[in-house]
């Protein structure tokens, strides 16, 4: 009897380090990107972590080449020109670009290469960044532009018009 106490004890204990030690899964808040047209052409993630936030950006659909990608201040993607986004993520109210040296935007992101089959993906961490900052009262979209970002000319590089849009969502 004493050992079947002693056990139960034990399996009591270990369950409950075991509860303990298990980290809730990170939340997560997803943008499905459309086109003018409405149509889905790919999907971008932010997620904590621990250096920041870490968003990727999945696309497929969009024209060959190199695309300005951007957070913007606003959760609206009205087309066709998806200017309801309003401007980029800058919550420090710094310069556009992580070449200028007054820079960057939090909302600023590496250019999405899209290769001959239509399809691209980036991936970056926005140091000190978190979801509540991205998630406010008006939201946050994902944007990608026409043309290549030249991560420096404020405000947006030169990247010309807006191709896709998303909102971000829990």
């Known amino acids: 009897m004493r050992m079947l106490m002693i056990a139960t004890a034990l399996g009591l204990t270990l369950s409950a380090a075991a509860f303990a030690a298990r980290k809730p899964a ?3 808040a997803t943008a499905i ?8 052409v790919g999907r971008a993630t932010a997620r904590e972590v621990k250096q920041g936030l870490r968003v990727t950006v999945d696309v497929r659909g969009l024209p ?13 993607c009205d087309a066709p020109d998806f200017a309801t986004a309003g401007g980029h993520w800058n919550p420090l109210g710094t310069k556009h670009g992580s070449m200028n040296p007054a820079g960057p935007h939090e909302g600023d992101l590496p250019n999405l290469l899209i290769g001959k089959d239509a399809r691209g993906t980036i991936g970056a ?4 960044a978190t979801l509540a900052g991205l998630l406010d009262a008006d939201g946050a979209a994902l944007v990608v532009h026409a043309g290549r970002d030249d991560l420096m000319t404020d405000p947006s590089g030169n990247s010309g018009g807006r191709v896709a849009c998303g909102v971000f969502a829990k």
């Not at 990107?33 to 889905?40: E, H, I, M, N």
């Not at 080449?65 to 609206?76: L, M, P």
């Not at 961490?125 to 000190?128: A, E, R, T, Y």
Request: charged share 20%.
């Open 64 to 76: 060959e080449g190199q695309h300005g990608a951007h957070i913007h201040t606003v959760g609206q």
């Open 125 to 128: 961490v926005i140091p000190k």
């Open 33 to 40: 990107l459309r086109a003018p047209d409405g149509k889905q």
């Open 26 to 28: 990170p939340e997560v």
